[in-house]
């Protein structure tokens, strides 16, 4: 899985946790992409969007007191049927893809599969 604070050649560590509000801000289906934005008025510098890349599935709420994105139990497993269903991923690409637990703490948190994520700071170059 990639994952990376872009501008950087950091891999982030996970459960990786960012103490401030983040709304859905678009998810494009033609580019596979995801991207949850920090509300306006966070601390200038912090976690400005997260950018979930080769997504194929998710199951994610329109906002998040804060943000905690953890590995999700391996598929196979009981804990993980509800992905596994949701989402099924052939064999042949597992390799390719992860599943990520998204939320903010609540007991029904969502989840992402895709091919990895990246962390961008708030103030940095605007997208086109």
């Known amino acids: 899985m990639q994952s990376e604070v872009t501008g950087q050649e950091q891999y982030l560590d996970l459960p990786l946790r960012i103490e401030r509000p983040f709304l859905l801000w678009s998810y494009e289906v033609s580019h596979r992409r995801l991207v949850l934005r920090a509300e306006p008025g966070g601390v200038a510098g912090g976690a400005g969007e997260v950018e979930f890349v080769d997504v194929l599935g998710m199951q994610v709420k ?16 009981a804990a993980a ?11 042949m690409h597992r390799s390719k893809f992860t599943a990520l637990l998204v939320s903010d703490g609540a ?22």
């Open 62 to 77: 329109s906002h998040y007191s804060e943000l905690l994105i953890s590995h999700a139990p391996a598929r196979g497993t």
């Open 81 to 91: 049927a509800g992905i596994d269903a949701f989402v099924p991923v052939p064999e």
């Open 107 to 128: 007991v029904d948190g969502g989840f992402v599969v895709c091919g990895g994520f990246r962390v961008r700071p708030s103030g940095g170059r605007p997208r086109a």
